[in-house]
């Protein structure tokens, strides 16, 4: 079945540091990335998402490229910012097909602290 | 503010007892996902609906159901709630039947603990 792997945390970095966050797939077929966040006692809010191999999805400084020559699709961003401090979640989704409907796999999520 | 919203947003109740909670999907989204969130499990997906009918199942219990009313909301039923049902409870709402490529609006989550 489909999987999704992020790497170990918890990330712990200080303001304006470089940040990597790493994700691979398992999956058939051509499915669609996402990395969602998750603020505290929030609900989750996509961040960014690629739907096709090379595609990158970008916001609020957040980039990551769907690379389906190594089922990868890592986050990064620049310059990371005390607000940025949440867990993040990648995620994959197929579509019609099967039992899939477009359901979300999501990794096990990875707690980035960014300290002033 | 993701459009979607759930109650309640709390809820404490005790082992073998029966508990619904309710989401309302975004305007015009007629798909309504159901996802359970827990320390040892993380975040998996139970059950979608579109326009009233259920169309995927994942890793739901047979003690847990679900439904969407023809005013779209949806209703997660949990019943003789045992205390690994303790998680947050998440709906989702997206706009296409098959949301491959399209986003998911997620509610703030119902926190449900049995004691």
């Known amino acids: 079945g489909n999987s999704v792997t992020q790497m170990e945390g918890p990330v712990t970095l200080s303001e304006e540091a470089f940040l990597t966050i790493n994700c691979t797939y398992t999956?058939?077929?051509?499915?669609?990335l996402f990395w969602y966040v998750q603020y505290p006692g929030e609900g989750l809010q996509l961040l960014l998402k690629?739907?096709?191999?090379?595609d990158k999805g970008s916001n609020k400084g957040f980039e990551a490229t769907y690379r389906k020559e190594t089922t990868s699709f890592h986050l990064e961003k620049g310059s990371v910012q005390v607000s940025d401090s949440a867990v993040y979640f990648c995620?994959?989704?197929?579509?019609?097909?099967?039992?899939?409907?477009?359901?979300?796999?999501f990794g096990q999520g990875t707690i980035l602290t960014v300290h002033p | 503010d993701s459009g979607v919203t759930q109650t309640p947003k709390h809820l404490i109740t005790a082992t073998g007892q029966r508990v619904t909670l309710r989401c309302s999907p975004r305007?015009?989204?007629?798909?309504v996902y159901w996802y359970q969130q827990s320390l040892d499990q993380g975040l998996q997906f139970l059950i979608q609906?579109?326009?009233?009918?259920?169309?995927a199942k994942g890793n739901i219990l047979e003690r847990f159901s679900a439904q969407q009313f023809p005013d779209l909301h949806s209703e997660l039923n949990l019943s003789s709630l045992e205390l690994g049902d303790s998680a947050l409870y998440f709906c989702?709402?997206?706009?296409?039947?098959?949301?491959?490529?399209?986003?998911?609006?997620f509610g703030p989550g119902t926190r449900l603990t049995v004691l």
């Open positions: 989702a709402s997206s706009s296409r039947k098959v949301a491959g490529g399209s986003e998911q609006f």
């Open positions: 999956a058939t077929g051509y499915p669609s």
């Open positions: 690629a739907t096709k191999a090379d």
């Open positions: 995620a994959l989704s197929k579509g019609a097909g099967g039992t899939s409907y477009g359901k979300l796999t």
């Open positions: 305007s015009g989204d007629l798909s």
């Open positions: 609906y579109y326009n009233g009918e259920e169309r």
